[in-house]
C-alpha cells in the first residue's frame, strides 16, 4: 500500500511538473511572440498603426486631432483606418482628468488656497504624529501611495464587470490615509490613482464643494469646454464605466469629452500666455521610462502638475485609459503643434493612442 501511494505521489508530481513546464514554454513563447510583434511597431507610419489597430474592428471610432500652424482639424477613422464622417463622438478620457485636477490645484495655488510644499495634513482632518506626503508630491506620483489601495467594493465591481473604483467613497480614502505613514524622505515614482482621490479630497476641502461640481464649472464655465463632465454615461459610443455620486476616484479618470473641447483644451495648452504654463514646469525628474516605452520612442523623463516631460523629443503630454477606452494628448511647445487621439478601444487593444500619439507628432515634425 505505501509503495503504490508512493507511486501515485511520484505520478501526481510528474503531472504537475509537466503542467508547470508547458505553461511556463506556452507563457516564454507568448512573451517571444509578444516581444517580436512589438519589435514591429516602431517601423510602422502612424497610418500603419492606425490601420492594423482598427483590422476588423466594425465598431471602432478613433478620432485623432491635430494643431498646426494655429489651424486645428480632426478626422473620424472606423474599421480598416476608412474615414467617417466628422461627428463629435463622447469618449471617456481615463487619465487625462488628472491634468484637470492638477490645473485646479494650480489655480488654487494661485488663489492663495493651496501651497505645493504643504503637506496634505494641512487641509484634510488627519491624525497628528504620522508623515503625509506635500501636495507637489501628490502631483508628481513621488508620493509613496501605491496605485490603489484594496477596498471592499472591487469584489462586487470585479464579479460585476464594473468599474474597479466604483463605490469606493471619500470616507474610504480617507480612512486609508490616516492610516498610512509615509515616513521615508522621498519616494520613487509611482503612478497612484490613489494619489489623485486624495488630491480631489483636498479641493473638496478648500472649495467646500463636491469635486463634480467643482470639475464641471471649472472646465465648461471657465476653461469653455461645454460638454466635458463628470461622466453620466450619456455618451454616443456605449460602454462607459458606471460611478457613483460620492465616488473618491473622480478627480482620477471621470471625465468624458469629444474632440472639439480636447482640442481647445490642446489649444490652450500651446498659447504663450496658458493659464496652465505652471502645470508644463517640471516638479521632478523621474526618468521613468519603461522598455516599452523607449523602444517606442516614449519618455517619461520629468513630470510637472500632472503633464509628463519627454526631453528627449521635446514633447509634454498625459494618456487616458478605462475599460472600454483610451486617449492621448501632446504637445509640443516649440514647433506649436499638438496631437490629441480619443479612441474607443481598450488601451491593452493592439496598438494603443499614446503610440499612435507619439507617431503622428513625429511625422508632423517633418
Not at 82 to 105: C, D, F, R, W
Not at 178 to 206: C, I
Not at 300 to 324: A, L, P, S, Y
Not at 339 to 357: C, E, Q, Y
Request: charged share 20%.
Amino acid at each position: 500500500m505505501k509503495k503504490a501511494g508512493k507511486s501515485r505521489k511520484k505520478k501526481i508530481i510528474l503531472i504537475l511538473a509537466s503542467v508547470i513546464l508547458c505553461a511556463a514554454l506556452v507563457l516564454g513563447g507568448l512573451m517571444i511572440y509578444g516581444n517580436a510583434q512589438m519589435g514591429k511597431i516602431p517601423g510602422l507610419t502612424f497610418m500603419d498603426a492606425l490601420n492594423y489597430t482598427t483590422q476588423g474592428k466594425p465598431d471602432a471610432r478613433i478620432t485623432v486631432g491635430i494643431i498646426k500652424n494655429g489651424q486645428a482639424s480632426f478626422t473620424v477613422y472606423g474599421e480598416n483606418g476608412q474615414i467617417l464622417p466628422e461627428e463629435n463622438h463622447v469618449y471617456e478620457i481615463g487619465s487625462l482628468t488628472k491634468t484637470l485636477t492638477a490645473a485646479m490645484i494650480s489655480r488654487a495655488v494661485t488663489e492663495g488656497r493651496i501651497r505645493l510644499d504643504n503637506t496634505i495634513d494641512a487641509y484634510l482632518p488627519l491624525p497628528e504624529g504620522k508623515s503625509y506626503p506635500t501636495i507637489a508630491e501628490l502631483l508628481t506620483h513621488t508620493s509613496g501611495y501605491s496605485a490603489y489601495y484594496f477596498e471592499t467594493p472591487m469584489i462586487g465591481n470585479f464579479f460585476a464587470g464594473r468599474n474597479s473604483f466604483c463605490g469606493i467613497s471619500r470616507d474610504m480614502i480617507l480612512r486609508k490615509v490616516q492610516g498610512l505613514n509615509m515616513n521615508r524622505e522621498s519616494y520613487e515614482f509611482t503612478y497612484s490613482n490613489f494619489g489623485y482621490a486624495v488630491l480631489g479630497l483636498v479641493l473638496e476641502a478648500v472649495y467646500d464643494q463636491d469635486y463634480t461640481a467643482l470639475l464641471n464649472d471649472y472646465v465648461q464655465k471657465h476653461l469653455g469646454m461645454t460638454t466635458t463632465k463628470i461622466s453620466e454615461r450619456d455618451g454616443d459610443l456605449g460602454n462607459y464605466w458606471d460611478w457613483q455620486e460620492n465616488d473618491a476616484y473622480l478627480s482620477a479618470g471621470a471625465v468624458t469629452s469629444n474632440i472639439e473641447d480636447m482640442l481647445h483644451y490642446a489649444q490652450m495648452q500651446l498659447d504663450a500666455d496658458s493659464p496652465f504654463a505652471r502645470c508644463h514646469e517640471c516638479l521632478k525628474v523621474i526618468n521613468a521610462s519603461s522598455e516599452n516605452y523607449q523602444m517606442m520612442g516614449i519618455h517619461m523623463d520629468e513630470i510637472g502638475m500632472g503633464w509628463i516631460i519627454d526631453r528627449e523629443n521635446g514633447i509634454i503630454w498625459h494618456n487616458g485609459g478605462t475599460g472600454h477606452y483610451n486617449s492621448y494628448l501632446g504637445f509640443d511647445p516649440e514647433a506649436g503643434t499638438a496631437v490629441v487621439i480619443l479612441s474607443n478601444l481598450s488601451p491593452n487593444d493592439r496598438i494603443p493612442a499614446t503610440v499612435l500619439g507619439i507617431k503622428l507628432l513625429q511625422e508632423l515634425k517633418k
